[in-house]
């Protein structure tokens, strides 16, 4: 037997483990994508099931103390507001004054 015998059996040799080794990948590809689909199905139906929980199960003890929560946030803020505007007033009243016993 001479190398150029066997050349044709080492040919087809490398083409069946070409072959093989496609087959496999595209199988162990597949699998993984329905994986990663399945995944974000289960994701997807996840946060639904949240949201629906979220809607359904908030009792009406937790709306109204969220309520108070955000009358008390709510109030707060225009206080702070309302200081705000006392110090631009008097700062104002100030700058008219200087501006005015400058003239």
Request: proline letters at 2%; a negative charge; zero cysteines.
């Amino acid at each position: 037997m001479t190398v150029t015998d066997l050349t044709p059996i080492s040919l087809a040799v490398m083409a069946v483990l070409i072959a093989g080794v496609w087959v496999m990948w595209t199988y162990f590809s597949g699998l993984i994508g329905s994986e990663r689909s399945a995944r974000e199905g289960l994701a997807a139906e996840l946060a639904a099931f949240k949201l629906e929980a979220t809607r359904t199960f908030a009792t009406p003890g937790a709306i109204e103390k969220s309520e108070e929560r955000l009358a008390i946030a709510i109030d707060r803020l225009t206080a702070r507001l309302e200081t705000v505007i006392g110090r631009i007033e008097m700062l104002s009243t100030q700058i008219a004054r200087n501006a005015a016993v400058d003239s």
